[in-house]
């Protein structure tokens, strides 16, 4: 993002580009995240969150970036329920304000989803949508983007770019029963996913006898009675890993970066980058993946940041999962990253990020103390340490981390000290 004007950062998880708007409860829980965009302000910068941040969380960031607080403007949004952010903001009487400050910069709108809602919302306030030239050329690849966030448009996309995918088939839900008893005769397992989903949401793992005497799948409501959900044989997974990489039609496709995530019963809960030696031997085929899907969206006219998905099987084989054609959980995390080691020296070998729950709930400065204490709080000097990127938790216990070292190995030596640090509970 460097070299580009300012930015309204818009942080619209409620937004239907993963998940369907009516599925309000996981995206209230998602957009707890939010405050994590802080971590993408400069100068001039215009923030919009759908969750208050705290000032101790405030001043720490701008602390480590060095941005001053009265540089930038962050516009809290109270909440109205499972609407996009766009809605929440004329609900409470916000759009002249962000409008004004946007006017005021010569700002463009930085989503964290482009959708149809954040599109209307920079005409609304006469801007641009980052990085595309118009709020007409960021329309265009709407339908290619809300294509590729569902399971059944990326397998087909992906197999006619000659990615390997798992065997499975495209069904609507009165069907998955009979798809899922059909698949069973030859594969010991299978997953059901849920068409537009994201994090795992709505997954299932259904092995033979579980459909036995005429039983039916409990399937969570994603998607309505009639919706499209996609079965796939189950793989015996080694790795859960993905590449994220940025395209735009000028320049074409670049990697950023590669990692494997942390995955329990199929949701995300975690990531390290780089990817681990057990599967750095897929990076190769899941970049020249992501290649081929970059100049695909390219084609189609999409721009700007996304990522691929992969599992990788007991015999070392990749199988392309999902794409996830937006700013993922990933993204911000490793531009926060890329910002805090530049002064060091650049990139560091290795980061994480993850979830821990303390055995009794800390403040913001309680849990930073405690960092402080152990000697484990981001050094910018070293350009290492662990940094909370993501605010005080509501509940004060369940913290999202990053750490950030020189190596694989020291990533997990100051992760097990973190965990005596702050009293993590095991789960």
Known sequence: M????????????????????????????????????AWLLRPGDVLVTPVPLGRDFLRYV??????????????????AGAVPLALAVREAGLAAHVRALAGDRGAALLPTALDASAIAFARELGITVHPYPTAEAAEAALATT???????????TAGHLGMRLPLGRVCRRPEVD??????????????????????????RFVSRGDLDDGASLDLDTVGGPHGTWVVEERLDVAESVSVQLDTTAADGTRVLFSGAMRTAHGSFT?????????????????EEWGRALGGHLAGHGF???????????AEGEAYASESN??????????????????????????WSVAKGWTGRPFDFEGALGRLREHHLAFDPARGEGVVLYADAPPDGRSWRYAVIARSAGDVAEMEAALAGALEFESR
């Open 2 to 37: 460097s070299g580009t004007g300012s930015f309204v950062v818009f942080a619209n998880f409620l937004s239907d580009l993963a998940v369907d708007l009516n599925e309000g409860r996981v995206l209230e829980q998602w957009a707890q995240q939010a405050p994590r965009k």
């Open 178 to 203: 009979d798809v899922v008893r059909e698949l069973l005769h030859g594969h010991g397992g299978v997953v059901v996913k849920p068409d537009r989903s994201a994090g795992g949401h709505g997954m």
């Open 270 to 286: 975690g990531y390290t980058s780089p990817l681990p030696p057990s599967c750095a031997h897929v990076a190769g085929e899941l």
């Open 62 to 79: 701008y602390d480590l970036t060095g941005v001053p607080a009265d540089a930038v403007t962050v516009v809290e949004v109270p909440p």
């Open 325 to 350: 054609i937006r700013r993922t959980a990933t993204t911000t995390p490793h531009a926060m990253v890329t910002r805090l080691t530049a002064a060091s020296g650049g990139a560091p070998a290795a």
């Open 303 to 313: 721009a700007g940041p996304f990522g691929l998905d992969a599992l990788v099987n």
């Open 146 to 156: 809300m294509l590729l966030n569902t399971k059944a448009g990326f397998r087909e």
